[in-house]
């Protein structure tokens, strides 16, 4: 059987269509970012999900932490933004495509993942938030094959199910788990400036009820708040100690809008480590 293809939705418009400029892109940003001083094991990050002329930079802090470093998998978590039928949702693709080539999905990990959650197969979907992460882990990393997981909800406090089919692949191989976020959508700078600063002191503070008692906040519009819930848990039950964030501004500060009644996006990278 012909294996099945996820196009790119999203390249020529969210970033470069172009392989050459994508990586020079790419590169660009990475250069950009003095490596993180850390001898800790890295085994999650979380970045943002916006086009690359937004928050290219903020996530290249994020991914210059991974530059040399080997993993059996690489674990994404995004939101799923458009009309989820499921709590979870996964592709039927063998590979994902960018202008820099194919991934493989490492089916058998899609499966034994999703084995017991509520979860359905999509084609062709047309996930942003998944896809953006793609072309920086081809240019940092060598090798890898590809579990992607599209979530179908917001509940911060309803992600035990998630982080119990993940639980036991993070113990068994070496595994890297992304969880793909923006912060607060707010149609005032100031407004998610508070809000954002709201969420990376709680972060900061690695104390999962803290984080999602705001990310749980009437209020919150931080669209991947379920992915860094999981991911929080999941570290908790890894027995990961450590949380840096790294970068976080906003839509405002790239474009100079920063207006009251200006329509403003946050992002964030943060790295979560032993």
């Known amino acids: 059987m012909a294996s099945r293809v996820r196009p790119s939705a999203i390249a020529g418009s969210w970033y470069p269509g172009s392989p050459r400029e994508l990586l020079k892109t790419i590169q660009t940003y990475l250069d950009s970012v003095p490596p993180l001083a850390t001898n800790q094991e890295i085994t999650g990050i979380i970045s943002p999900h916006a086009g690359y002329a937004y928050s290219g930079q903020v996530a290249a802090h994020a991914y210059r932490c991974l530059q040399g470093l080997q993993f059996d998998t690489v674990i994404i978590l995004s939101p799923m933004h458009r009309m989820p039928f499921s709590l979870y ?137 379920a992915a860094i819930s999981a991911l929080l848990e999941l570290s908790m039950k890894l027995g990961l100690s450590h949380l840096d964030v790294l970068d976080h501004r906003n839509s405002g500060d790239i474009t100079g809008n920063q207006g009251s009644g200006e329509y403003t996006v946050g992002y964030m990278s943060a790295v979560i480590s032993k």
Do not use: W
């Open 89 to 225: 949702h996964v592709s039927n693709a063998d590979y994902y495509e960018t202008p820099l080539g194919r991934i493989p999905v490492n089916r058998d990990l899609v499966k034994k993942i999703t084995a017991n959650l509520n979860c359905s197969e999509v084609e062709n979907d047309q996930e942003h938030s998944l896809e953006i992460q793609l072309p920086f882990l081809q240019v940092v990393l060598d090798d890898f094959d590809l579990v992607p997981i599209m979530i179908g909800h917001s509940q911060v406090y309803e992600v035990s199910d998630l982080v119990e089919a993940i639980l036991p692949v993070c113990k068994e191989m070496k595994t890297l788990v992304i969880a793909s976020s923006d912060l607060h959508h707010i149609a005032d700078y100031k407004a998610v400036v508070d809000a954002d600063q709201r969420v990376v002191d709680a972060l900061s503070t690695l104390n999962l009820n803290e984080v999602r008692q705001v990310l749980a906040r009437a209020d919150s519009s931080v669209c991947g708040r």
